[in-house]
């Protein structure tokens, strides 16, 4: 026979909601289609030669594509490398274009 202790810890463990986390998970599901549906449609497909414009933008002919997650030094970055300042952002721009 259980004791009214081991009872009651058995009774924490399930949750009193248990599709709360599904039903969540589909409500940012669905917050996510107004964002999808204002996409450009003019940038679906895009072709021909690209050129760098910064670390984190594309160009296109006159199209400007922002690389959305992209963390990459800008082109007038500095760093300190060894105790010195080194223009590090436009070595990298030089090695993109």
């Given amino acids: 026979m259980k004791s009214d202790t081991a009872t009651c810890i058995e009774a924490r463990m399930v949750p009193?909601?248990?599709?709360?986390?599904?039903?969540?998970?589909?409500?940012?599901?669905l917050g996510?289609?107004?964002?999808?549906?204002?996409?450009?449609?003019?940038?679906?497909?895009?072709?021909g030669p690209a050129r760098a414009i910064d670390a984190d933008t594309l160009e296109?002919?006159?199209?400007?594509?922002?690389?959305?997650g992209a963390d990459a030094m800008n082109r007038f970055q500095q760093c300190r490398i060894n105790g010195?300042?080194?223009?590090?952002?436009?070595?990298?721009?030089?090695?993109?274009t």
């Fill in 60 to 68: 296109f002919g006159f199209k400007r594509i922002d690389l959305w």
């Fill in 16 to 29: 009193a909601h248990p599709f709360r986390l599904i039903r969540l998970a589909l409500a940012l599901m």
């Fill in 32 to 47: 996510c289609i107004p964002a999808m549906a204002q996409a450009d449609p003019d940038f679906d497909t895009l072709s």
């Fill in 84 to 96: 010195q300042s080194t223009a590090c952002g436009a070595e990298a721009w030089q090695l993109t």
